[in-house]
């Protein structure tokens, strides 16, 4: 899970899991100029680091003769399922959460008999064997972009009785597949693995065997078939054309007023960063998220200065504390930022007590909305009017929806960086309903581990107007947990600091720095829901003073 000592750990589906083997080139980070954002070609999505392409593979399973269309679709997304992780150790993110939306229009049903081939004159059980279809849109890095198929694996559909057995073949039997081992080994199903592949290769060579005992008929099927664990399967990855325009935010329909007038409103939720799924618990000013909260603010309080705290709810006093008999006051919010990321101590912390000191500071602020306002003079083809940019902050979430459901209501730019709880945790689509969400045009971006495929599909139809008001930012794999706190807020700051940059400059600009992130660097970003986006600077220039 989570390892806080290592430099590189994992955002938030669960787990950290090792890099994986696929290296991209560096990218710099930092503000492009406008030639750099009109470089495209046919291939160009909105990401830096994927391709978004059409992916298709067929199945099959055995159910009983008068299985129902209702079982027979269960028994498929069980097995779609085990796609996931397969895809994911290949780095491939996929769009449809958990490969459930398998279409029953592919079904193809043969009444077959399931025969032992080392039973002599067995008679056979009736079986109904289903072949399907699944068809959906993934995103993969740049490098296989021309890749057209990916040999890889599902799991029969009853594969819970073989987890010792998958666990010791096909995962790479670290603590994270022993986490998973139980509930959710699919999560860490790796059919690449060369233990594997020949786990594979030998249950084939007992099928080839025992059919060449029953014959070539083709509905009599050898039960070691039926029965296998691992069914190999090619994924073809098809062309999907894409757009070549620049497509930015609509910076002109942010700055009109959304949820508020008059004002922009960012919400930005970040979560506890211990590892939940090991019940691993810290202090919160020892929780790495908690030092990351302070460095995000940096960088948006770098890219917009000016911004003042002007309220904390519940009310508390952000800045003066007592700490064993000694009073201890901060002159601003950004002495408290010096604090934590510098250690620069006001009057009365010491070496010795510099921890209480912390610790006080966080337990006072954790699961506190914290408002921040900045003044702007922002001109519109050349009309001038003050606008507020307000920005409200929450640290210390975990699996309660509240403080996501209000930072999503009230924000025209929302922001959630922390764990995505394999996708069942507070941004669980099916929590949220219409109601949840302002009619105005939004911005939302969730920096959690493979938050593509647990909720970009799924948010679209729950936003007023689609992707007309909605531009959705999510990653096609595990994010960082390391510095990603500074990387959202470089992804704040780049809205606001007067530029207005393109997405592909705040997809650069939010990009992760550290040495040896590799195609880590972005998790395989995708910006959609940005194509129909009518703003362009040369036609609407906004000037932000």
């Known amino acids: 899970m989570l390892n806080l000592l290592v430099m590189k750990t994992k955002l938030a589906s669960i787990v950290a899991l090792p ?26 999505l909105t990401s830096l680091t994927a391709r978004q392409r059409e992916l298709k593979f067929s199945g099959v399973v055995f159910v009983e003769p008068n299985a129902s269309d209702y079982t027979i679709l269960a028994a498929i997304k069980k097995q779609t399922q085990s796609a ?23 079904f193809v049903k043969t009444k077959v008999k399931v025969k032992n081939a080392d039973v002599a004159g067995d008679p056979g059980v009736d079986q109904l064997r289903v072949s399907y279809t699944f068809t959906d849109s ?12 990916l040999q890889l694996a599902l799991l029969r559909p009853n594969y819970s009785d073989s987890n010792q057995r998958i666990f010791d073949e096909c995962t790479a039997k670290d603590q994270d597949a022993r986490e998973f081992m139980n509930g959710s080994i699919w999560y860490v ?16 060579q007992k099928i080839d065997a025992d059919r060449a005992k029953l014959g070539s008929s083709a509905t009599v099927v050898p039960q070691s078939e039926a029965n296998r ?52 618990r810290h202090e919160v000013f020892e929780d790495q998220g908690y030092e990351m909260w302070y460095g995000g603010l940096r960088e948006i309080f ?10 904390v709810e519940p009310s508390t006093d952000a800045l003066k504390y007592t700490v064993d008999g000694k009073n201890i006051a901060f002159g601003s919010f950004d002495d408290l930022v010096k604090f934590e990321l510098d250690g620069t101590n006001p009057a009365g912390v010491t070496y010795a007590n510099r921890d209480k000191v912390r610790a006080a500071v966080a337990n006072n602020l954790a699961k506190h909305w914290l408002t921040f306002e900045a003044p ?13 940019i307000k920005l409200q902050s929450y640290f210390g979430a975990e699996t309660d929806s509240t403080p996501h459901k209000r930072g999503i209501k009230t924000s025209d730019i929302f922001v959630y960086n922390g764990h995505s709880y394999i996708g069942y945790g507070p941004l669980d689509p ?3 309903t219409a109601a949840d969400f302002p009619k105005s045009y939004q911005v939302l971006m969730i920096n959690g581990c493979v938050s593509y495929n647990y909720y970009e599909k799924d948010y679209k139809p729950l936003k007023e107007g689609g992707t007309q008001n909605l531009d959705l930012v999510t990653n096609g794999l595990e994010s960082w947990v390391n510095e990603s706190g500074e990387s959202m807020g470089r992804f704040v700051g780049s809205f606001i600091d007067g530029k207005q940059n393109s997405y592909k400059t705040i997809l650069k600009n939010s990009q992760f720095t550290g040495y040896g992130y590799s195609w880590g660097q972005d998790a395989l970003r995708v910006v959609d829901g940005e194509l129909d986006n009518k703003y362009k600077p040369t036609t609407t220039p906004i000037t932000v003073r």
């Open 19 to 44: 890099l994986l083997a696929l290296t991209l080139g560096a990218t710099a980070v930092g503000c492009s100029g406008a030639a750099e954002d009109t470089d495209a070609s046919e291939d160009d």
């Open 84 to 106: 996931f992780g397969a895809l994911r150790e290949a780095n491939v993110g996929v769009n449809s959460r958990e490969l459930k939306d398998v279409d029953p229009a592919t």
């Open 138 to 149: 993934a995103v993969v890095p740049v490098p296989m972009a021309s890749r057209s198929a």
């Open 189 to 204: 199903f790796d059919p690449s693995l060369a233990g594997c592949k020949t786990a594979m290769a030998k249950e084939q």
């Open 229 to 280: 664990l691992y069914i190999p399967v090619s994924m073809a990855l098809g062309r999907i054309a894409t757009s070549t325009k620049t497509a930015y935010p609509e910076y002109d329909r942010l700055y009109a007023g959304g949820v508020e007038p008059g004002k922009v409103v960012i919400g930005m939720v970040s979560g506890m960063m211990a590892d939940w799924a090991a019940g691993e």
């Open 302 to 311: 770098n890219a917009r200065p000016g911004f003042k705290l002007t309220s």
């Open 376 to 388: 702007v003079q922002v001109t519109i083809k050349g009309v001038t009017k003050p606008v507020t």
């Open 430 to 432: 099916s929590r949220f």
